[in-house]
């Protein structure tokens, strides 16, 4: 029996993650801190521990981390998902909101993994972060996500060159444009032409396709995997330029 924690469970790539875990018969610990949002996407889930938790607080991650270990004794991966985006001009993100982004998106992920070292070190497990195109590349309008995104690729690196003597392996994801309930709200039909001409796919990804990289790298089949950082964007972090516009 494998065990995982998913943080930021209740919705989108956490969700879509925790549902095809399940499928190939992992037990899943569903974390996130939004109690009605995570009872919903929970229920009718066999095999699934829901877990109301806010990754930025130090102490609920601890008792989070017990009830994991107190129910299952064993932990195979762990998915850093949980993240807030918050977008604007620098000039207007104040530290409330710098801080905002930073402790959920990296603060979360520190203090998760640091809780779960010990399960995975006996596990020689696995830890999969997700990080974003914005960590890779610069854009407008998110100094603090995109920073916060960068400074996790850097985690992901040291925790798989401290861990991988324990056999712990360490990788991030970091998504493209991704077709989500909120993307699809926010994103008028300018914009997403705009990213279909910048990705050579021509298209935005699917939380699906997200949760295939992410199940691969916590499987068996990633064992000589670590220290990676893997863009699944259709290859907008390869181009960086509209290549359709270009062929025109």
Wanted: charged share 20%.
């Amino acid at each position: 029996m494998k065990i995982a924690i998913v943080t930021g469970a209740a919705r989108g790539i956490g969700l879509a993650t925790t549902k095809l875990m399940l499928a190939q018969g992992w037990h899943v610990a569903m974390i996130d801190r939004d109690a009605p949002e995570l009872a919903k996407a929970s229920d009718g889930l066999e095999n699934a521990l829901p877990i109301v938790c806010d990754v930025s607080q130090p102490d609920q991650v601890a008792s989070m981390v017990d009830q994991v270990s107190n129910t299952y004794g064993q932990l195979d991966a762990l998915v850093n998902n949980a993240g807030v985006a918050e977008f604007g001009p620098m000039a207007d993100c104040d530290f409330t909101m710098w801080r905002r982004v930073m402790e959920t998106n990296l603060d979360g992920i520190f203090l998760t993994s640091q809780a779960c070292a010990d399960m995975l070190k006996s596990a020689k497990g696995s830890i999969v972060n997700i990080g974003s195109i914005s960590g890779l590349r610069a854009s407008t309008l998110r100094v603090a996500y995109g920073t916060s995104k960068a400074a996790v690729i850097q985690l992901t690196k040291q925790q798989a060159a401290e861990l991988g003597e324990w056999g712990v392996r360490a990788n991030c994801v970091c998504p493209g444009p991704v077709r989500t309930k909120l993307a699809m709200a926010v994103h008028t039909q300018e914009i997403i032409d705009a990213y279909h001409d910048a990705i050579p796919l021509n298209r935005y990804g699917s939380e699906g396709e997200i949760a295939e990289v992410i199940m691969f790298l916590c499987s068996d089949k990633a064992s000589y995997v670590t220290g990676q950082v893997i863009a699944s964007d259709g290859g907008f972090d390869s181009t960086g330029v509209g290549l359709p516009a270009l062929r025109n």
